[in-house]
Nanobody, 116 residues
Framework: QMQLVESGGGLVQPGGSLRLSCTASGFTLSVYLMNWYRQNPGKQRELVAFITTEGTTNYTDSVKGRFTISKDNAKNTVYLQMTELKPEDTAVYYC??????????WGQGTQVTVSS
């Protein structure tokens, strides 16, 4: 069964850090474009960051310099290191894997809440 499982969300104070993990099973993550999205109720899902098969990364402007996406192919896992968190980073974060516009998998989401 092909699936993505996220972990690492939680409640953190403004200025704090969290590391999200997304582990793939049933397929090899290294050949997929890996994305992190986030979404709040009533809003569109927003692409936060992605990492290509070659390791090229890109970020939405609001998280540049604060978030880092990385992957460990040996562990079949992609990470999102989040620092200097702000209340506006509060959302459900989703991991997404895309291959050749043919395969598209989503995780179940993990809640990140930034609040004092």
């Amino acid at each position: 069964q092909m699936q993505l499982v996220e972990s690492g969300g939680g409640l953190v104070q403004p200025g704090g850090s969290l590391r999200l993990s997304c582990t793939a099973s049933g397929f090899t993550l290294s050949v997929y474009l890996m994305n992190w999205y986030r979404q709040n109720p009533g809003k569109q899902r927003e692409l936060v960051a992605f990492i290509t098969t070659e390791g090229t990364t890109n970020y939405t402007d609001s998280v540049k310099g604060r978030f880092t996406i990385s992957k460990d192919n040996a562990k079949n896992t992609v990470y999102l290191q989040m620092t200097e968190l702000k209340p506006e980073d509060t959302a459900v974060y989703y991991c997404n894997a895309v291959y050749s516009n043919r395969y598209n998998f989503w995780g179940q989401g993990t809640q990140v809440t930034v609040s004092s």
